[in-house]
């Protein structure tokens, strides 16, 4: 979707990816390559085609980067340096820890001596996470007890070398999440909104979240200092547990449009996809505010195991203020983010259960 | 831009083109196949490899159109029906009239009798047009005499059997346009902006246009009548001559998402473009509501002969509500349309007038 925020300031893209087809941007341009996501060769060859070059996804590895950016002379940003300070989940954590920035409960997992004083230390349950690569739950894996994280480490790759961190579970009334856009010229920050979940997955947002002002305020300094930590010239978001007693804790970060931040679309006056553009650019910040006092989004997960399509959308395309963004992927499977939905409206629990009730029966 | 629009639903696009390469949506697809807009053949074999087509200018023949329709069995919408009605605008202005619409005083012109006769009616000067494929001033003249319109004539192809009208001056104090999406569910009219013109280019619009309410409503009442007149499917843009005594006389009008409506991107919760994927796809129509009470739109025309480039462009990014789009064009030169600025606000002096000073210096 920054491909399309591109076009509009009339610049070509191009993309590299690791499958030969069918990703949807690859039928966004003429201009597609294919190669490995370890081969630092591949990616040169790519960036050399370009002026500049973007992250979508966190596949990469910030030494790739950094020798495809020198080989090729093509700036990459966010920087790798930016990227090796948070792509690995146990760099990311010291790294926010050591700004000041409060952390969920980590460790180090390297041996079943581990495993069994994170849960003596921390409780049982708590989370097994790879410390790469993971995303919407996968990677993931909640251990009830010894046996079950012993299983847990070894499917996650700790019996292959792979970095595992534990987390501990934290008890919290509201996730939450902020965008941050930076770069030379400064930064913007967007709405604090909430991410509603639903097994690891969120579900839905909204905006602003509907909790005290000075939580949302709180979590939008949070995460510029964050982005300020990295050095960060790009769009990122963070995802903070908000704690019965008022705490914030920082769960995750991303260095790329985020899920999150697809209400901003139209919820704001500029949306993270343009933003992100702006930054990789070195063009000024467009301006986060909301359009309206309430926006609800609504991912709509695949209910089908199929070819892609849209069935039962009518209403919601029927509703004024409501706006569909289908995200062109070929296969449907449960679960799988096929689609999102966005509703403005003047009052949140108003606007969201709208929302709800308008794709309620949609199938994709 | 309609193309960004089908992406937004997951919709891949092909285009057809005259030209091998470098045309703007070109970099959007990989799907781009090059022919005759004058071939029949050409076209149902583009047609053969998509679900539906649609126009994004009016340079095909209805019978070309009509002809790959039936070849190919892929629909075309506008029909290329609706399309024939307006395609010429002698046939055009002649469809509208018996619809009961108001048009400018017109006259076919054969011969050297019929422009000696055109000027002594109507008075001098008035306009010569070719009757099809003319925009943005191109195949238009403004004749001040006989000598000036015979030479004229002749350079639009009235000696070769081009079928070439007069039109007479219109006194006006406002140009306005309207735009309509319809198709089997329905239809929405937007609201009436005024085109600001210098040397039969426009180079800005207000909207809502500076007239009497009465005045928009009218204007769009007329511009829906005339989308049924042609029983139109998709978008359609009007333009209109606003007298001094209160009429409105319709001066053109367009099948396809139209520069007089661009400011529907950011300035109306549902685009002419979404509106536009919409009608084609008989999907329900979105909101044409504004967004905010007063909506600028400047149109950047090129500045130098050379290759595209945006200079002095960081003040527009700054404002608040600004949008910037580029087209993608490659070469610039003097009086192209090579991009276009809207700026939102409460107030439309003041937001035009802003949105004028914050482009002044734009160079492209």
Redesign the interface.
């Known amino acids: 979707m920054s491909g399309?925020q591109a076009?509009?300031?009339?610049?070509?893209?191009g993309v590299f990816s690791d499958r030969e087809e069918n990703e949807?941007v690859?039928?966004?341009?003429?201009?597609?390559q294919t190669g490995s996501f370890e081969s630092a060769e591949d990616l040169t060859s790519f960036a050399e085609t370009c002026d500049v070059l973007t992250l979508e996804n966190e596949f990469i590895d910030s030494e790739v980067l950094a020798k495809a950016q020198e080989n090729s002379g093509t700036p990459i940003f966010p920087s790798p340096k930016s990227f090796s300070l948070i792509e690995n989940k146990l760099i990311e954590k010291q790294t926010f820890e050591s700004a000041g920035i409060e952390v969920t409960p980590y460790g180090l997992i390297e041996d079943e001596a581990d495993i069994k004083a994170f849960g003596d230390d921390h409780g049982w349950p708590y989370l097994l996470k790879s410390s790469k690569g993971g995303y919407d739950g996968f990677g993931n894996e909640t251990v009830a007890d010894l046996e079950e994280a012993k299983e847990a480490f070894d499917k996650l790759g700790g019996n292959k070398g792979h970095d595992i961190i534990a987390e501990a579970f934290v008890d919290f009334t509201h996730e939450l999440a902020v965008q941050v856009a930076r770069n030379e010229t400064g930064h913007v920050v967007y709405p604090c909104c909430e991410t509603v979940q639903e097994n690891h997955i969120c579900v839905a947002l909204k905006t602003p979240a509907p909790v005290a002002e000075s939580i949302r305020k709180e979590a939008q300094e949070i995460a510029v200092k964050a982005t300020e930590t990295i050095d960060g010239k790009g769009i990122f978001a963070f995802e903070f547990f908000l704690t019965p007693d008022g705490s914030l804790l920082l769960n995750e970060s991303a260095p790329r449009p985020h899920n999150s931040g697809h209400y901003t679309i139209e919820g704001c006056?500029t949306s993270q996809f343009e933003n992100h553009v702006?930054a990789v650019l070195g063009?000024?910040l467009?301006?986060p505010?909301l359009?309206k006092p309430a926006v609800a989004l609504i991912n709509l997960l695949g209910t089908d195991e199929r070819d892609?399509q849209?069935d039962e959308a009518?209403n919601a395309?029927?509703a004024?203020?409501g706006h569909?963004?289908?995200?062109?992927?070929l296969d449907s499977r449960p679960g799988r983010k096929m689609?999102h939905y966005t509703l403005l409206g003047e009052d949140m629990e108003q606007t969201y259960g709208k929302a709800q009730e308008l794709t309620r029966e949609v199938q994709i």
Chains 1, 2 share one sequence.
């Not at 690859?26 to 597609?32: L, R």
């Open positions: 399309l076009f509009r300031y009339g610049i070509q893209i949807p690859q039928f966004m341009t003429p201009f597609s006056v702006r063009l000024p467009g301006s505010e359009r892609a849209v009518l395309l029927r004024s203020d569909l963004h289908v995200y062109g992927k689609a």
